[in-house]
C-alpha cells in the first residue's frame, strides 16, 4: 500500500522498518560510527528504515548523519510524521531518501517499506488495503456503538460505530446502508455528513474508512450476530470507552459537517 507524503531527500531504497515512538535527536541518540542507537531499547539504524514522528536536537545531529554515512552505518531511509531542519539538512548531505507528512502510526517494526524520496512517497509490501464504511447513527442527539465480539476476525472486543466492508462496486452509501440494516435492522437513505476516509492500522491490514453519518427516528435495534450489544451514547461519551481507533474523533469531524443537527 502506498502512503503519499512530501519529497524531502531523493533518492530510493527498500528495506525492513525500525520504529522509535519518540522524536529524537541524531547527536548523543545515535553512535555515528556504528549506527548503534543509545536511546529507548537501543538497536542499530544501518541499513533500515528509520521511522520516527520528529527530529530534535542541535544542528551538530545534521553532521552526526554524516558521520553514519562517511562509516556505511547510516539508515537506508528516513520517514518522519513531520520533517525538521536538522534531520532534513543531514538526509540531502548524507544522500539518504527521506519523505514526511506519513502517518508513522501505519508502520510497524519489521515492515519491509520502499521509501521513493523521488515522488515522495512511502510503500508497505506486507499489509493488506481494505476498503470499509463506519456510520455513525445520531437518534434524538445519541449515537448508536455496538460491542464487537472478542473473537471477531476485525478489532475483537471492542465498540464501534456501524461499519463493514464493501462489496463489489458499490457506492460507499449504499454499502454503509446496507451494513446499517443487516446489523441494527435500521433503515436509512442519504447520509448527512461524510468525511474523508481515515487510514487504521490493524496487524496486516490497513483499511481505508469511509465515515458517514445518518440521522434516524427510532432506538429500535434488532441486532445480528456480528455484535454482543449496543448502546445510545452522547457523542462526548465515546471517549470513555474502548473503541477502534480515531471513532471519537470521526463523530466530532461529522456533527461539525452537519448543517442542522
Known amino acids: 500500500m502506498k502512503l503519499s507524503g512530501r519529497s524531502i531527500s531523493i533518492g530510493k531504497a527498500r528495506g525492513k522498518v525500525f520504529r522509535m515512538n519518540e522524536d529524537f535527536s541524531f547527536l548523543g541518540g545515535v553512535d555515528g560510527s556504528t549506527g548503534e542507537l543509545k536511546v529507548e531499547n537501543g538497536g542499530n539504524v544501518s541499513g533500515r528504515i528509520f521511522v520516527f514522528p520528529r527530529g530534535k536536537g542541535s544542528t551538530v545531529g545534521s553532521f552526526t548523519m554524516y558521520d553514519l554515512k562517511v562509516h556505511g552505518k547510516q539508515p537506508a531511509a528516513v520517514i518522519n510524521a513531520a520533517a525538521e531542519t536538522i534531520v532534513a539538512t543531514g538526509a540531502v548531505i548524507s544522500s539518504i531518501p527521506m519523505v514526511d507528512r506519513i502517518d508513522v502510526d501505519l508502520l510497524k517494526d519489521g515492515d519491509d517499506v520502499t521509501v521513493d524520496g523521488d515522488n515522495g512517497y512511502a510503500e508497505i509490501h506486507n499489509v493488506k488495503a481494505i476498503r470499509s464504511v463506519s456510520s455513525a447513527v445520531l437518534v434524538n442527539g445519541k449515537v448508536l456503538m455496538l460491542k464487537r465480539p472478542d473473537g471477531a476476525r476485525s478489532f475483537p472486543g471492542v465498540w464501534s460505530l456501524v461499519a463493514g466492508k464493501t462489496e463489489g462496486d458499490e457506492s460507499i452509501a449504499d454499502a454503509a446502508a446496507r451494513e446499517i440494516f443487516e446489523e441494527t435492522g435500521l433503515r436509512v437513505k442519504t447520509p448527512s455528513a461524510s468525511l474523508d476516509p481515515i487510514l487504521v492500522r490493524e496487524n496486516d491490514v490497513i ?29 462526548h461519551e465515546i471517549e470513555t470507552m474502548e473503541t477502534v481507533a480515531s471513532t471519537a474523533s470521526a463523530v ?8 442542522d443537527p
Not at 466530532?252 to 448543517?259: E, I, Y
Open 207 to 235: 483499511w481505508t474508512v469511509h465515515p458517514l453519518l445518518f440521522i434516524h427516528d427510532s432506538e429500535d435495534v434488532t441486532l445480528n450476530r456480528e455484535n454482543l450489544e449496543y448502546r445510545w451514547v452522547l457523542p
Open 252 to 259: 466530532k469531524g461529522l456533527l461539525s459537517a452537519v448543517k
